[in-house]
Antibody, heavy 120, light 110 residues
Framework: EVQLVESGGALVQPGGSLRLSCAAS????????MNWVRQAPGKGLEWVSY????????VYADSVKGRLTISRDNAKNSLYLQMNSLRAEDTAVYYC?????????????WGQGTMVTVSS | QSVLTQPPSVSAAPGQKVTMSCSGS????????VSWYQQLPGTAPKLLIY???KRPSGIPDRFSGSKSGTSATLGISGLQTGDEADYFC???????????FGGGTKLTVL
């Protein structure tokens, strides 16, 4: 079964750091481009970051540039999001998603999400 | 505020057909494909439509998509109570070099 499982979400103080992980299974992880998408409580979806299958190409939303870092370890079938200088507006459920085909907006597999709460 | 504009809510009776819109601009919908996602309460989003009007395997043909100019439309026919969900459109934006989502439309099946 194709599956993405996120972990690492927690309550963290403003200015703090957190590292999210996403474990992939059931498919050849190294062949797929991946993304992080987030959803603030009661709000819509917001694309956060993209990473190519090799990890050489990375793109960020303006709202997280310089604070969040996406990475992957194809040997471990894992995707990561290092989150630094966290702000209240980063509070959201963070989803790990797989891109299908060549279109950047087609996310065919989603994890269950992990909650990040930034509050003092 | 989302760059892709969706109506906050739509409603229709079981068995009826409903459509919902997604309005963008020449830098996103006007030049790129549109995808649609369904998010049932308390769950992760699910891909419904990609490349404007294509359905992934397993998605019933009650769901349809279309695009014209800088707008896209999702249609759902034969409405069921299980279709009650939030629906989001998405497209790549060439100017922002980012994926944009619409604000979402909440479907109520009366």
């Amino acid at each position: 079964e194709v599956q993405l499982v996120e972990s690492g979400g927690a309550l963290v103080q403003p200015g703090g750091s957190l590292r999210l992980s996403c474990a992939a299974s059931g498919f050849t992880f190294s062949s797929y481009e991946m993304n992080w998408v987030r959803q603030a409580p009661g709000k819509g979806l917001e694309w956060v970051s993209y990473i190519s299958s090799t990890g050489y190409t990375i793109v960020y939303a303006d709202s997280v540039k310089g604070r969040l870092t996406i990475s992957r370890d194809n040997a471990k079938n894992s995707l990561y999001l290092q989150m630094n200088s966290l702000r209240a507006e980063d509070t959201a459920v963070y989803y790990c998603t797989r891109i299908w085909g060549t279109s950047n907006e087609v996310f065919d597999v989603w994890g269950q999400g992990t909650m990040v709460t930034v509050s003092s | 505020q989302s760059v892709l504009t969706q109506p906050p809510s739509v409603s229709a009776a079981p068995g009826q057909k409903v459509t919902m819109s997604c309005s963008g601009s020449s830098s996103n919908i006007g030049k790129n494909y549109v995808s649609w996602y369904q998010q049932l309460p308390g769950t992760a989003p699910k891909l419904l439509i990609y490349a404007n009007n294509k359905r992934p395997s397993g998605i019933p043909d009650r769901f349809s998509g279309s695009k014209s100019g800088t707008s896209a439309t999702l249609g759902i026919s034969g409405l069921q109570t299980g279709d009650e969900a939030d629906y989001f459109c998405a497209a790549w934006d060439n100017s922002l070099s980012a994926v944009l989502f619409g604000g979402g439309t909440k479907l109520t099946v009366l």
